[in-house]
């Protein structure tokens, strides 16, 4: 039987956790390897080129540790690298490997949410830019109307733990605003990044209160469980010893120092190299 290895959790920094951490809430039993690539985020301004290199090395390294099943826990890269890796590379590979991406469990069931029809999403400017929103809540719910907008500096204040302090309400509020002014009749929102979890406070506290907020991390959580006692074949090949480790491309301490507020508890990472 082939040796069964941990499930890969890649994004490009710290938003990824948000998603982790329901991964060990809902599914607690399996392995996990964590994948930030903090020293080359954010994604979410880079070329589609670019977001496919950067995350095909990354999930190219979570096979090469042992992965069978990686989610990118990124909606940067499941916009923009998705499709290519899953139609491209993954047929070309010997073994039985999968790579699943965070952007369809939400659109798949946001029509449970709105009446006014009208869903707007929060979301890096790549992934606004692919459309995949668009597309993928069209798909599920043709009446729906998606207005989006892109919050490029949402991820920097995460990234460099300013999300809770005074100076990241300007750019919430300014977001807020003008999403609501492009439609008003906006009830229901997608935080469409993973990294938005760690401003919700503040994005709640701006955002007029009947406004339906979803966040992706529970969502995406029931889906993996969801997909895995679908595909019997791909779940005995994750390991189950109940386990988190952690990698960096950047530097391991401070690495620990942010992670361990996203996680809720002390969080120990390995540096490593991606091969050129
Ligand atoms: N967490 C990524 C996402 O969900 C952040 C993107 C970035 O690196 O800009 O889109």
């Known amino acids: ?46 070329s589609f080129e670019t977001v496919y290199e950067y995350t095909k090395e990354c999930v190219n390294f979570l096979f090469s540790n042992g992965c069978k099943l990686v989610i990118l826990a990124c909606n940067t890269a499941s916009a923009k690298a998705l499709r290519t890796i899953q139609q491209k590379d993954l047929p070309l590979m010997q073994e039985n490997l999968r790579v699943l991406g965070v952007i369809r469990p939400t659109t798949e069931i946001v029509g449970n949410y709105t009446k006014s029809q009208k869903v707007g999403i929060f979301a890096t400017t790549g992934t606004v830019l692919s459309q995949s929103y668009v597309v993928e809540i069209q798909k599920f719910f043709p009446a729906i109307e998606v207005t989006q907008e892109a919050c490029p500096m949402w991820v920097p204040l995460v990234e460099n733990n300013e999300f809770n302090k005074p100076g990241a309400d300007y750019f919430v509020k300014k977001h807020i605003d003008s999403l609501l002014s492009k439609q008003p009749d906006i009830d229901t929102i997608i935080l469409g990044c993973t990294h938005y979890p760690l401003l919700v406070d503040k994005i709640k506290s701006y955002l007029p209160k009947s406004i ?16 895995l006692t679908r595909h019997p074949e791909i779940e005995i090949q994750c390991s189950k010893n109940g386990t988190q480790k952690y990698l960096t491309t950047d530097d391991a301490e401070n690495f620990n120092k942010q992670a361990s507020i996203f996680i809720g508890a002390s969080v120990n990472s390995t540096p490593i190299n991606l091969p050129d």
């Open 1 to 46: 039987m082939k040796t069964a290895g941990p499930i890969g959790v890649f994004d490009s920094g710290y938003g990824g956790l948000t998603i982790l951490k329901e991964f060990v809430q809902l599914l607690p039993q399996y392995d996990y390897l964590y994948l930030g690539d903090n020293a080359r985020a954010p994604y979410g301004n880079r």
């Open 212 to 227: 339906t907020l979803l966040a992706q991390g529970q969502l995406v959580a029931q889906s993996l469980s969801d997909y």
